[in-house]
């Protein structure tokens, strides 16, 4: 049996692995590109609220490479993520009734909030300190809009 020429539905999140592998990679060698972590945080989002564990593990792929490209513990950013998804945005959303603030909090906490977390990680198993950049406010500025257009 074969399968039709229109039905491409199964390959299209592969292609943007793909896209996503290359697109890392490039990022660590031009600064300026913006790690999209703030992106994979509201997919990540999307997939745990929809109960879709097909993207859940494409998306855990891709921040496991995400890691892998910035010299992170393996599985921080996938237990971060949890972590705010589950424990601090409901108090969020529910402090705040304005979107745009929400999607601003999000965007600071995902960069910052990671960044804190990774230093509490090292820490507690005596590795080195994480180095900030000041990349990370063009960061957070870029994906609020790329963000805001999800």
Same mark, same amino acid.
């Given at each position: 049996m ?5 039905h491409?539905?199964p390959?299209?999140?592969?292609l943007?692995?793909?896209l996503f592998?290359l697109?890392? @990679?490039?990022? =660590?060698?031009y600064?300026?590109?913006?790690p999209? +972590?703030?992106? %994979?945080?509201v997919?990540?989002?999307?997939? $745990?609220?929809n ?10 792929l891709?921040?496991?490479?995400f890691?892998a490209?910035?010299g ?6 996938v237990i971060?993520f ?8 409901p108090?969020?959303v529910q402090?705040? @009734?304005?979107? =745009?603030?929400i ?5 600071v +906490?995902?960069y %910052?909030g990671?960044?804190l977390?990774?230093? $509490?990680l090292?820490?507690?198993?005596l590795?080195p300190?994480?180095?900030i950049?000041y990349y990370i406010?063009y960061?957070?500025?870029i994906?609020?809009f ?5």
């Amino acid at each position: 049996m074969q399968r039709s020429i229109s039905h491409q539905k199964p390959i299209v999140p592969f292609l943007y692995i793909i896209l996503f592998v290359l697109y890392d @990679s490039l990022g =660590t060698i031009y600064p300026f590109l913006p790690p999209l +972590l703030a992106i %994979l945080y509201v997919l990540f989002t999307k997939a $745990l609220d929809n109960d879709d564990t097909v993207s859940l593990f494409l998306i855990v792929l891709c921040l496991v490479i995400f890691e892998a490209n910035y010299g992170y513990i393996f599985l921080s950013s996938v237990i971060y993520f949890y972590i705010l998804y589950k424990f601090i945005m409901p108090k969020i959303v529910q402090s705040f @009734s304005c979107f =745009t603030c929400i999607r601003i909090i999000t965007v600071v +906490l995902v960069y %910052l909030g990671f960044f804190l977390f990774l230093t $509490l990680l090292s820490n507690i198993f005596l590795l080195p300190q994480p180095s900030i950049n000041y990349y990370i406010v063009y960061y957070i500025i870029i994906e609020f809009f790329l963000v805001s257009l999800l």
